[in-house]
């Protein structure tokens, strides 16, 4: 379906939102069979913008202002490999032609795929310039794939106003695209890797959403309340290793690799009481469960240390 298929702004028919023309290879989904399912969402997103997932809420927007074919729905290099984004001019603000929807789709790639390049691995010596919490390694955070040079770094934009939307695209944020993009990097590709962007409820998604991108990066925290962290990662590590040298034969559901689990859970508990949670019950896995029982629930290590044993601990002698 060419693009003139679609109603056009001022009018519910079938007339264009823009003039004829040959589509862009990168709007393939409106053509064929997509045609009636495309024009529904049109709809839809005319009566209540919310009403639809925000990519089409970015689309619908950029092409009723006038959007040219290409720039208005830029895909991933790993969704339609080959397709060059249309190049937008250069100016001091971000609108007319097509820069915003553009800059949309770039912040949700860090969205999508930011944790792949999150720098997890804290002995990695690349840094922020190698491997990991490189944008740049992959095509989908690189601005030059949706038309950006080095003359757009410092320009003006506002991608503030999306209903229903909540973070970057719902503060009203405004400012340069290097600022943009620093923020973005600093979220997305840190010390924290967040893949949430499958979850299908809107409210939940939102909710995730606002508290990575609404937060400062790293999240400050005083001095003592590190050194507690610290104190209560120490007690899980401590019981680990003493289990892995007395125990060394015996099914220990030991927590390797999950040391964190018991200062976040602790974390938890004491912020879930200070909001007027008075009980509160705990599904463990294998792993990690004896650490749990100990350091979070508080099972006396004697009594723990006996059932290795096979013997019986009179708590009360």
Request: charged share 25%; net charge negative; aromatic share 8%.
């Amino acid at each position: 379906m060419a693009r003139n298929s679609l109603p056009s702004a001022s009018m519910h028919s079938t007339a264009g939102i823009a003039a004829a023309r040959i589509p862009h290879s990168s709007e393939v989904f409106m053509s064929g069979t997509n045609a009636v399912y495309v024009e529904e969402m049109y709809r839809k997103w005319k009566g209540d913008p919310a009403s639809v997932h925000a990519s089409w809420d970015s689309f619908f927007t950029s092409a009723d202002a006038g959007a040219p074919p290409g720039a208005a729905f830029v895909p991933p290099p790993s969704l339609q490999p080959g397709n060059k984004p249309v190049a937008g001019g250069s100016g001091s603000t971000g609108s007319g032609d097509g820069a915003v929807a553009r800059l949309l789709h770039l912040v949700r790639s860090y969205q999508v795929r930011g944790h792949l390049v999150a720098k997890l691995d804290p002995l990695d010596g690349h840094g922020p310039e190698g491997k990991h919490g490189d944008a740049g390694v992959m095509a989908e955070l690189d601005p030059a794939t949706y038309g950006f040079t080095e003359k757009d770094m410092d320009r003006e934009f506002d991608i503030s106003g999306f209903s229903g939307v909540t973070g970057f695209l719902g503060v009203g944020r405004q400012g340069t695209l290097r600022e943009m993009l620093s923020a973005l990097k600093e979220v997305y590709c840190g010390p924290v890797g967040y893949e949430y962007m499958h979850i299908q409820d809107r409210e939940k998604c939102n909710w995730i959403r606002e508290r990575i991108e609404q937060t400062p990066h790293p999240p400050k925290i005083s001095k003592d309340k590190q050194m507690h962290l610290l104190e209560r990662l120490a007690y899980g590590e401590t019981l680990e290793r003493f289990l892995a040298t007395k125990y060394n034969t015996a099914k220990r559901f030991g927590l390797e690799g999950a040391e964190s689990l018991i200062p976040g859970l602790k974390f938890m508990i004491d912020r879930s009481t200070e909001l007027g949670v008075s009980s509160m019950v705990l599904g463990m896995p294998h792993r990690g469960r004896l650490n749990t029982l100990v350091n979070v629930v508080r099972k006396p290590p004697e009594m723990l240390f006996a059932e290795f044993q096979g013997t019986h601990v009179d708590l009360e002698d």
